[in-house]
């Protein structure tokens, strides 16, 4: 009998007193015995230490200091895990229901055993009225294609639990980028090809509109810069498509709402993709 993987969890907050003790019971409160929570606080001024002082026995490892922001944090928490898969969580997101782990364990010991180093699911973009605006989360070749081929983020890290090998393979995350870090990573990882898991119709967490990836023009603009590093080519029509949409989001959420542009944005950017997959897809085909 193969022995369930130890799942460690990363979450990294500042000034999060409001959130902070939803997420940490979300990840207490799973049904899956064999995880682990490591928080690093970049020094809050608010109630996040109290907050974490009171959940010591819940929490494997926790500190709190001035960071250089979230990938400075998310850096500083890989050197305390222990877990064979590692997954990160914002300290104002949720997982979805006390039994995501337990559903995605299967999953994670198919990935370790197939050599796979990333096993993702869904994500709900919820509202702080907890209204889910919409459900990230696509197959591989969609997602790939959207990463490498397009430039867009077709993905939320809040839904993908990493192989720690992929670290030990393509090092951490480059501090230099504010937003985009994680995107940075998979180009590392994945630009060359190579397979990934997607666990569909599971919603691993919630995740609460705004934060970090909230400024649309920053997000678009380290996009390019990300894949300048890498010499992929960075002018594609849903590249500019997305960058058009970031011009107009803060336009379109005085008129729509927030929850309705949420909507239509993540519409635009599944249509767009998903034509760009099928035609190549269809380009693959005709050159086998």
């Known amino acids: 009998m193969i022995s369930q993987p130890l799942i460690s969890v990363i979450v990294a907050v500042y000034n999060g007193d409001k959130t902070l003790q939803r997420c940490i019971d979300s990840v207490f409160d799973q049904t899956y015995p064999n995880k682990e929570l490591i928080v690093v606080d970049g020094g809050s001024t608010d109630g996040t230490v109290d907050i974490l002082m009171t959940n010591d026995d819940k929490i494997t490892y926790w500190r709190s200091e001035p960071d250089n922001g979230i990938y400075n944090a998310w850096n500083k928490a890989l050197e305390h895990v222990s877990g064979?898969?590692?997954?990160?969580?914002?300290?104002?997101?949720?997982?979805?229901?006390?039994?995501?782990?337990?559903?995605?364990?299967?999953h994670l010991m198919k990935g370790s055993s197939e050599n796979i180093k990333l096993v993702y699911g869904q994500v709900a973009r919820v509202t702080e009225a907890d209204e889910i605006c919409c459900?990230?989360?696509?197959p591989w070749g969609y997602t790939w294609?959207?990463?490498?081929?397009?430039?867009?983020?077709?993905?939320?890290?809040?839904?993908?639990?990493?192989?720690?090998?992929?670290?030990?393979?393509?090092?951490?995350?480059?501090?230099?980028?504010?937003?985009?870090?994680?995107?940075?990573?998979?180009?590392?990882?994945?630009?060359?090809?190579?397979?990934?898991?997607?666990?569909?119709?599971?919603?691993?967490?919630?995740?609460?509109?705004?934060?970090?990836?909230?400024?649309?023009?920053n997000l678009v603009k380290e996009t390019a810069r990300a894949r300048r590093s890498h010499r992929l080519k960075v002018i594609t029509i849903p590249w500019l498509i997305s960058y058009a949409w970031a011009i107009c989001y803060p336009i379109l959420n005085r008129i729509l709402g927030d929850k309705n542009t949420r909507s239509l944005v993540n519409f635009g950017k599944r249509f767009v993709t998903g034509i760009s997959h099928k035609k190549n897809v269809i380009l693959k085909q005709k050159n086998v």
């Not at 064979?84 to 299967?106: C, H, R, T």
């Not at 501090?175 to 190579?194: M, P």
């Open 84 to 106: 064979e898969w590692i997954y990160f969580l914002g300290s104002d997101d949720y997982l979805w229901k006390n039994s995501v782990f337990q559903e995605m364990a299967p």
């Open 135 to 138: 459900v990230d989360g696509n």
């Open 145 to 217: 294609n959207g990463i490498i081929e397009d430039g867009v983020c077709t993905f939320t890290h809040q839904g993908m639990f990493h192989h720690r090998s992929l670290f030990e393979i393509y090092g951490k995350f480059n501090e230099s980028y504010r937003i985009v870090g994680d995107y940075e990573l998979l180009i590392r990882a994945f630009k060359d090809g190579g397979d990934a898991l997607f666990v569909n119709g599971l919603i691993v967490a919630g995740m609460q509109t705004g934060g970090v990836t909230a400024n649309c023009t």
